[in-house]
């Protein structure tokens, strides 16, 4: 391909929490378009380092950064390096997540704790931190959950509230930066093949009856949806959320 092929030549992406799974789909995915990327994981500094690599083999900058989507600073000194290694921040991706799956009525304090924290606050501060650098016509996009829509089966009901926060905010901050051109959407992955929610893990005998289309997903079947929101043709798109989920939410 050449630079003028590339839907994302020139642009700078943050993805949170991509070393495996949907973020390092995610990452990719943007790459091939022709972002240069940033990636934050917490303890998997090998696989970081090895997608770190096969986006430089795309041709692209990319920097592995050590960031516990949990602590606030550690998620701020994300972002501000990210800037300085790739020299700006056009696009977000707020994918750091985390599942833990059980009845509520047995579920510890720091087992909430974890949960509000990546999945809400972690975003929150994200977010803040790269608003002081995304410039006019920058994209935010949030790897929500079809869970923050409707719950389609027990024990995951402190994760659904912290899906369905992502839900009002993604709205009331696509309202705030409207005048800039910034563009601010989720995608609500549903049952996706990953370490957190395997297909042959313990939840599976609970989905695959209410899927439509009767698989998990694919990691990449996440990432398209990322890429068309982070792309040019997704400029008039803010405020909402696509679904891949396989039709669990029809």
């Known amino acids: 391909m050449t630079p003028s092929d590339l839907r994302l030549a020139g642009k700078r992406a943050l993805v949170t929490g991509a070393a495996r799974g949907i973020g390092a789909a995610i990452a990719l995915k943007l790459a091939e378009d022709g972002a240069d990327i940033a990636v ?6 090998e696989k970081a380092e090895a997608l770190a690599e096969d986006i430089r083999a795309l041709g692209r900058r990319a920097v592995a950064i050590q960031a516990d989507a949990a602590s606030p600073e550690a998620v701020k000194a994300a972002v501000e390096r990210t800037v300085a290694e790739l020299g700006g921040l056009d696009i977000l991706v707020n994918n750091a997540g985390v599942l833990i799956a059980g009845e509520f009525a047995t579920q510890s304090l720091e087992e909430i704790d974890l949960q509000l924290n990546v ?3 972690g975003v929150f501060v994200t977010t803040q931190a790269a608003l002081k650098h995304l410039p006019n016509g920058g994209r935010i996009i949030t790897v929500g959950s079809n869970a923050g829509l409707s719950v389609p089966f027990a024990g995951i009901a402190v994760y659904a509230a912290t899906k369905s926060a992502m839900e009002s905010f993604t709205r009331g901050l ?8 910034i563009t601010v959407n989720l995608v609500r992955p549903g049952p996706i093949d990953t370490d ?7 939840l599976a005998p609970a989905i695959l009856p209410s899927l439509s289309i009767a ?3 694919k990691t990449h079947e996440v990432a398209e949806a990322v ?4 792309g040019p043709g997704a400029a008039y798109v803010t405020g909402s959320g696509i679904l891949v989920d396989g039709g669990i939410s029809a």
């Open 196 to 202: 957190m929610n395997p297909a042959d893990g313990p």
């Open 119 to 121: 999945n809400v606050r």
């Open 215 to 217: 698989r998990y997903g």
């Open 40 to 45: 934050t994981y917490e303890k998997s500094a």
């Open 174 to 181: 696509a309202r705030e930066l409207g005048p800039r051109d």
């Open 227 to 230: 890429a068309f929101l982070a």
